[in-house]
């Protein structure tokens, strides 16, 4: 075993020093290499990003994984009692230490918009977790806090267009707005949620808890809640059912109770989407490794039939077959796997880079490191185009015959 390593970490050191006799040929020829790593690894981090961006926007659609949807209805069709299901709802929460749930109910207004008049509002009231649960972003402000609940004067995140139809004040200012119904009602303004292109109305978001206290009985029991539970999605399978029974069982055999998930790994296939962006950026990284590979292996030709002459000099001497092979092969890896180094640290300043950053990971709540995996991949697959552009032009040296080799 300790030949076999000191013949292997001799190899090594035979080929470090051909590569430092040799260095402005290979650095020429190893410039390809580098540049293919470098893109390979960056493809992979930045690949990350662009996965973890997909996610999250699930995850505000459906909630995180594993989101439990609950709903609770009587049997006969006549509204029932939100205070009885509320409470059930909570009761369960606390027995199983759920650390976010939330209610989430639907809310409607009218809102007076300079130049525009009296328009309808549309919007949600869900309790603080909610935020938590479904990665909510504000462009302005922030968030509702346990606070919020004891606010005289409810407060309410906003989408960005109708905040622009109000002169998009400070909301350091503590804007209000104006809910109009049976009794109209005055809202702070705490947050504003961005708004896509198709967006054009208001909407707004409201603590349920507030929503209770402005909406009068008759009306809230007409569109009671639904409820939601973030759980560790290893749990969801056994606590699905004991959610389920738990919340019948309190309501009693008047209610229909439905626990469902529906975040987005809760079904074949979601996937999918992710499998096809890893293939194109695996495919992508894949080609352009190749083209260095080919320009690698070229040169490596061209390099061995300019060192016959030194080849048959040493094959004279006594080196062997194996060891002029192994010779020229590790050449190549050592030379790769520099190259796959230099390769990788350019990719990781690049995937760093502030410009790069706000670009590609705009609206990523949580931007992943760079993948240490990326880095291992980028140095694996250097080490891998060395040896296969060391084979060819190793074959190349072994197959030389000392006398032509010496007359060459």
Not at 271 to 295: P, Q, S, W
């Amino acid at each position: 075993m300790s030949r076999v390593l000191t013949n292997l970490w001799g190899a090594i050191l035979e080929a470090w020093t051909e590569l430092r006799i040799h260095r402005t040929r290979v650095l020429l020829s190893l410039i390809g290499v580098a540049v293919a790593v470098a893109a390979i690894t960056s493809v992979v981090g930045l690949g990350q990003i662009a996965q973890q961006a997909s996610v999250e926007q699930m995850e505000r659609n459906s909630g995180r994984p594993a989101t439990l949807y609950i709903g609770a209805f009587r049997t006969d069709g006549n509204p029932g009692d939100i205070d009885q299901v509320n409470e059930a709802f909570a009761t369960t929460v606390d027995r199983y230490r759920i650390d976010f749930a939330s209610r989430n109910g639907y809310i409607t207004a009218r809102v007076q918009l300079p130049g525009a008049g009296v328009v309808d509002l549309f919007g949600q009231a869900v309790d603080a977790d909610y935020g938590s649960m479904h990665r909510l972003r504000l462009m302005e402000g922030e968030w509702f806090t346990e606070a919020d609940n004891n606010r005289l004067a409810p407060a309410v995140i906003i989408n960005e267009w109708f905040w622009k139809q109000i002169g998009s004040p400070d909301l350091a200012t503590h804007p209000t707005v104006v809910l109009l119904g049976e009794n109209d009602v005055t809202a702070v303004v705490v947050g504003v949620t961005p708004s896509p292109e198709w967006d054009q109305g208001p909407t707004a978001i409201m603590l349920y808890s507030a929503y209770e206290r402005i909406t009068p009985p008759a009306i809230m029991a007409m569109s009671p809640p639904s409820y939601e539970m973030w759980i560790p999605p290893e749990l969801s399978d056994q606590l699905s059912p004991l959610v389920q029974r738990d919340i019948a069982g309190s309501l009693g055999e008047d209610y229909q109770v439905d626990v469902s998930r529906q975040d987005y790994l809760a079904f074949d296939g979601a996937d999918d989407n992710l499998l096809v962006l890893k293939l194109l950026i695996g495919g992508g990284a894949v080609l352009v490794l190749l083209l260095g590979a080919l320009g690698l292996v070229n040169i490596s030709l061209v390099t061995v039939r300019q060192r016959i002459r030194e080849i048959g000099i040493r094959r004279s001497f006594g080196a062997t077959a194996g060891r002029v092979f192994f010779a020229v092969m590790m050449e190549s890896i050592v030379a790769t796997f520099v190259a796959g180094v230099v390769g990788v640290i350019i990719a990781i300043l690049l995937v760093r880079l502030p410009i790069v950053q706000n670009v590609v990971s705009s609206g990523v709540e949580d931007v992943p490191a760079f993948p240490l995996e990326a880095a291992g991949l980028g140095i694996l697959a250097a080490v891998v185009v060395g040896a296969i552009a060391g084979l060819l032009p190793a074959l190349v040296a072994v197959r030389v015959k000392v006398i032509d080799a010496i007359r060459y």
